[in-house]
């Protein structure tokens, strides 16, 4: 059994434009709890975006700063928490994730790279943002896989259905045997 009493309901992982932000919030709202978007938890801590943190103290410092306000936010919250896409890439963070209900938004790269093409992410600024898409997502796939306990097309719908989706796929693992 992952996730319990003491811990969110369910932590969202998955690359850029998967939807862990317009997805959780949804979830939150089906499921009556509170939301937390890491990255907008980052940006409320430091008074910086994303971008100004990446240029400014640079991309370690980032990943750092993400380590701690994930792990308070893990040991903190209850209700459904989304982590920015490159936070698994830190082990602290995935081991943080351990014995947590994660759910992994899966995402191919075209429909992934049309959702945040245009957009500031700073890992997308340098080169052909297509193919630097495309590159992180195959590299970061497995990493994704292997912390999460339950995985969902997150193209497969709109966000409410993969919302439901989740729903059921929680329900099923606290009930596993329906008898009606
Ligand atoms: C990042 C993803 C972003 C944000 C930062 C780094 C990444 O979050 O944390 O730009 O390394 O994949 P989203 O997944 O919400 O875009």
Do not use: W
């Not at 209700?79 to 759910?103: I, K, P, S, W, Y």
């Not at 790279?113 to 193919?131: H, I, K």
């Amino acid at each position: 059994m992952t996730g319990g009493p003491d811990r969110p309901v369910a932590v969202l992982v998955g690359f850029m434009g998967a939807g862990k932000s317009t997805v959780g919030r949804i979830l939150a709202d089906k499921l009556g709890v509170d939301f937390v978007d890491t990255d907008a938890e980052i940006v409320t801590r430091t008074g910086q975006s994303i971008p100004e943190i990446f240029t400014g103290a640079g991309p370690t410092r980032f990943r750092q700063i993400e380590c701690d306000v994930v792990t308070d936010v893990l040991e903190n919250h209850r209700g459904v928490v989304a982590l920015g896409g490159g936070a698994v890439t830190t082990e602290a963070v995935r081991d943080a994730l351990d014995g947590h209900r994660v759910v992994h938004l899966k995402i191919g790269a075209e429909d992934g790279f049309s959702r945040v093409s245009g957009s500031d992410r700073p890992l997308l600024a340098a080169g052909d943002p297509a193919t630097r898409y495309r590159e992180l997502l195959t590299e970061r796939a497995e990493t994704y896989s292997g912390v999460a306990t339950i995985e969902v097309d997150a193209a497969d719908g709109d966000a409410q259905d993969v919302a439901d989706v989740i729903i059921a796929a929680i329900a099923r693992e606290l009930v596993p045997e329906r008898t009606t």
